[in-house]
């Protein structure tokens, strides 16, 4: 065997190990989360409901403050994001009016197929914060690779999963009937005053939270 012939080899080989190297990592990380999930599932955590439009300006805002937000608190917080807002269905689903158009309905329709892909919080909460950041819908498959997801978005938008899951998002949002988007609610009840203090500084108002439930580890400084 020449020396070409063995430098393909090892390069080959070399290339095998990182490739498998890798895709352990990516498998470990991915159960690790799943672990933290279902941990915190177990565990006592604030619950949190956003309901939000993929098209309106004061949701979009209140992006910049769930990011770091969620980042920081997000082995106390358990969240459920919902894409509907003041949209409205007609014959099960078949139409469906929003508030800022028929672009809006896409993009709240978007937004529930790619949620709804993982139970991951944390590359959920990603993914919204991105996508609801960027000036329109080019950037789903760069939003998704930064969050770690991989969707087949496309069947879901044009097939009845995407229907079912707005009809869902409207159940929820019902139960609150929102006057304003975005409506945030804490253990699932809506409370004026902390949805007003939650728009102005939402850390704080979760820290808030978190010491009226005794969630918080004795000694920790995270809200200080």
Same mark, same amino acid.
């Given at each position: ?5 063995? $430098? ?28 933290? =999930? ?30 770091? %937000? ?49 139970? $991951?919080?944390?590359?959920? %909460?990603?993914? %919204? ?16 690779? =930064? ?22 998002? =409207? ?13 945030? %609610?804490? $253990? ?37």
């Amino acid at each position: 065997m020449n020396r070409l012939s063995v $430098n393909i080899i090892l390069s080959f080989m070399l290339s095998l190990l990182i490739w498998q190297t890798l895709a352990y990592y990516s498998i470990l990380e991915k159960l690790c989360q799943e672990i933290k =999930e279902q941990l915190k599932l177990n565990m006592k955590a604030l619950h949190i409901t956003l309901l939000y439009e993929s098209l309106c300006p004061d949701s979009r805002n209140f992006m910049h403050q769930l990011g770091p %937000v969620y980042e920081e608190f997000e082995d106390y917080i358990d969240i459920l994001l919902v894409p509907f807002g003041k949209s409205q269905s007609e014959r099960n689903g078949a139409i469906f009016h929003c508030q800022h158009g028929p672009a809006e309905c896409k993009g709240n329709r978007l937004q529930s197929c790619v949620i709804n892909s993982t139970g $991951n919080q944390a590359a959920q %909460v990603k993914f %919204v914060v991105c996508q609801m950041l960027a000036p329109d819908y080019s950037r789903i498959d760069q939003c998704s690779n =930064e969050a770690g997801l991989l969707t087949d978005v496309v069947h879901c938008l044009s097939s009845e999963t995407g229907t079912k899951l707005q009809l869902q998002a =409207e159940l929820v949002t019902k139960q609150y009937s929102p006057s304003f988007i975005p409506t945030i %609610v804490y $253990n699932g009840v809506f409370d004026q005053q902390l949805q007003d203090h939650s728009l102005r500084d939402f850390r704080a108002t979760v820290c808030y939270m978190l010491r009226q439930q005794n969630l918080l580890p004795s000694g920790s400084t995270i809200c200080q």
